[in-house]
């Protein structure tokens, strides 16, 4: 199918899914959710008191993990470029368009509103790193394939949504913590309907939707990755387990896969069916390669208890 054919005949899904979305979405405050009386005022034209690493006790990954999640929400200008391009503005798929755009939104503004007002970041260095990371600008690697498209947000969601939760755990702030739960929770819902919209082209052309999958899972890279230092971040962020291969794999890959049921899709061709097999033998990769990680991690550990 052209991509036009699937986005015509996906538009009833999506007005589907927007229906059931708008009716599960909570409305919530990010107001609400930052301890406004615990803020100071810093240097700078207000004569305040500048940032130091001791005005929180939050451990360094968690204020990393911080870091990477507020950009990845921050560069949400240049996500709504791609998908308002590749999806349209018209009908349901552009209410969609606008609707996930204004709850990515608040994502951000929450973050950094409780970032600032708990001094758990240096400011300026945020700022700069927000300059640079949106300096770059996003850029969906399937761009013109409504389906590798639908898949890579598919994963996606889900692993913001883990990343989340797993840094609010870390950051041993009970006030964080709730947070970034309530922005998980708009995280697993946009992953229900985009992992919705894909399971209905698996439907309607399985092989295409079998292609998509197995191109995204080969190439997955994080939103943030061109993060400044993302490599060193996320290296930081896996060995405090906040996000790493296993979970990945375990916990991203594998759930959206069961519920697509791809390993018993029929009526495939013949790339559907080798489409398949590349993703087994991806599957089996990074079982070895989170396995690999795993073993190195825990010898560091030991290395560390024993210091
Ligand atoms: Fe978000
Ligand atoms: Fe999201």
Same mark, same amino acid.
């Given at each position: ?7 015509? !005949? ?6 589907? $899914?927007?229906?059931? #979305? ?8 990010? #107001?609400?959710? +930052?301890?406004?009386? !615990? ?21 360094? /990954? ?24 590749? &999806? ?14 204004? !709850?990515?939104? @608040?994502?951000?503004? %929450? ?16 700022? @700069? %790193? ?14 013109? *394939?409504?389906? #590798? ?20 755990? =870390? ?5 964080? !913590? ?9 995280? $697993? ?6 992992? $919705? ?5 698996? *439907? ?15 190439? &997955? ?8 230092? &993302?490599?060193?971040?996320? +290296? =930081? ?18 759930? +959206? ?7 018993? /899709? ?27 990680? *795993? ?13």
């Amino acid at each position: 199918m052209s991509q036009t054919a699937l986005l015509v !005949e996906l538009e009833p899904v999506v007005a589907r $899914n927007l229906d059931r #979305h708008l009716s599960l979405a909570k409305e919530w405050f990010p #107001h609400e959710y +930052v301890p406004w009386s !615990e803020g100071r005022t810093f240097d700078g034209p207000l004569g305040g008191e500048a940032w130091s690493p001791t005005d929180s006790t939050i451990p360094d /990954v968690a204020r990393t993990a911080l870091i990477v999640n507020l950009l990845t929400e921050d560069n949400l200008p240049s996500y709504h470029h791609e998908i308002a391009t590749l &999806f349209g503005r018209d009908g349901a798929w552009g209410t969609w368009v606008h609707r996930w755009t204004a !709850e990515e939104g @608040r994502h951000g503004v %929450a973050i950094r509103d409780y970032l600032t007002v708990s001094r758990a970041v240096d400011p300026v260095a945020l700022e @700069r %790193a927000r300059m640079t990371h949106m300096s770059e600008g996003y850029t969906n690697a399937h761009g013109d *394939e409504v389906l #590798h498209s639908l898949a890579y947000v598919s994963f996606q969601e889900l692993a913001t949504r883990i990343s989340h939760r797993n840094t609010g755990k =870390a950051t041993g702030d009970p006030t964080c !913590e709730a947070l970034l739960a309530r922005v998980a929770a708009d995280e $697993n819902l946009h992953m229900v309907f985009y992992r $919705n919209l894909l399971a209905a082209a698996f *439907e309607l052309a399985p092989s295409q939707a079998m292609r998509a999958v197995a191109d995204v899972v080969a190439d &997955f890279q994080m939103p943030g990755s061109g993060i400044d230092g &993302f490599a060193r971040k996320s +290296v =930081a962020i896996a060995l405090a387990g906040i996000y790493d291969l296993r979970q990945h794999r375990d916990e991203v890959l594998q759930p +959206v896969l069961r519920q697509w049921d791809v390993f018993n /899709v029929t009526g495939l061709n013949a790339d559907g069916e080798a489409a398949r097999e590349q993703l087994a033998a991806q599957l089996e990769n990074l079982d070895r390669a989170a396995s690999r990680f *795993e073993e190195k991690r825990d010898a560091r550990a030991a290395r560390l208890a024993l210091r």
